[in-house]
């Protein structure tokens, strides 16, 4: 069995902490990436134009209806081969790339539906008043989706938190790749249970924040 | 009304279908300036979708609306622009839940027109005095009453300054008792020359306010007239049986 869980977190914390940092900050770059990328396919998605309307579509569907380990393989083995360009940002920046491709697609979908829950009426009214379309956008439409945007889009970074521990396997330092580490020092399951207690803390940590975030956009109503 | 019928709004041969659904059959119909025109009929029979295209809320399957001399459905319209001159009333009000009333009526002015701030809420606190709002400024549209929303959304339109106001079924999602309050309002603007076409079920009101009646059914203007003729002597069948039934 070798040494306790407790002794190895008392004697290999900085490693779980790194982890938890790198796990945290993927997450966040993921879905920071994720939304500006993923605001533009939900305008693509909501556009009159047929063409863009479906590639739209068919990005937001591929990504979602897809496995994140095949993307994040096809991004780790595939893509430098046909773009070498991508050497650039290295193995890292591809993985990083991929995290944020798929998180993107969730985005959209959470965008286009925070978008689409706003009554047409208000649309209607805005565009009667001679409202551009682009005004009625950012003056109407979206300060009132944002209500219902926020709460997903933190909710998909608690997602992501989780999600990132694949990226672990492709040998991004997160808190995942921890247990590829202390393997290394014949520690083959101590290192599980505190990987799952930190995922645990954090996802419980920032699901408690989001309800609270929630009931603040609530009261507005 | 003035003697010199000067057209405002005009649709040729106006068609609209949803799917296969033909809802207006081709109406050419003229509002001119300063008239208060209503237009009744029974449900589904196209008058909302009538008022709706006057300002191109529905885009018309084929046919002309023409404002102010302006083919609004040409593809080089800029539609704002005219819109600004098209005041709209809903019957659920629209009114912007996440502005203050103030900013619900200024808000446009400011953006699309660029009238100075003070100037813009000067005027907003004017409209609202005369709808007696002016006490709800600084408040949210979540405390007000169903009458005071859509007084609110009155002045909203009336702060562009608009040539028209069209009106689609004002009162019909009031509480009884707010409806005596939203029509006075209407009633003034009506008699301060103001150009209003009113899709209403306010028999009544319509009676008393307006220089002529549209009669839509089954996509068409089936009797148009005087409030005099046409509650008194109707001459088409269907409004025969309309009034019997609402009257």
Redesign the interface.
Known sequence: MGPGIIEVLLEYWPIFLQGMFGTLKYAFIAVSGGTILGALIALLQLSKNKILHTLSLIYVNVLRGTPLLVQLYIAYFFLPLVFPALDVIGKEGTVVLALILNSSAYVAEIIRGGINSV?P??S?????????AK?TMT??IL??AIKNILPALANEYIAMIKETSLAGTLMLYELMYTRTILANKYLSWQPLFIIAGIYLFLTIVLSFLVKRLEKRLAV?? | MTDQKIPLIETKNLKKNFNDLEVLKGISETIYKGEVVSIIGPSGGGKSTFLRCL?L?EEPTSGEVIFEGNVLDAKSTDL?????????V?Q?F?????LTVLDNIT??PM??KKVAEADAKAKAMELLKQVGLEDKANE?P?KLSGGQKQRL?IV??MA?EPDVMLFDEPTSALDPEMVKGVLEVIKQLAETGMTCVIVTHEMNFAREISDRILFIDEGIIAEEGTPEEFFSNPKNERTKEFLSQVL
């Open positions: 009554d009426g208000q209607e009214a805005a565009r009667s008043l001679g409202l551009s005004h003056k109407i300060p009132q507005s109503d | 300002n809320l704002d622009v005219h819109r600004q001159k098209i005041g709209m809903f659920q629209n009114v912007f839940p996440h808000l446009a953006l699309e949210y979540r959304a909203r339109a562009m």
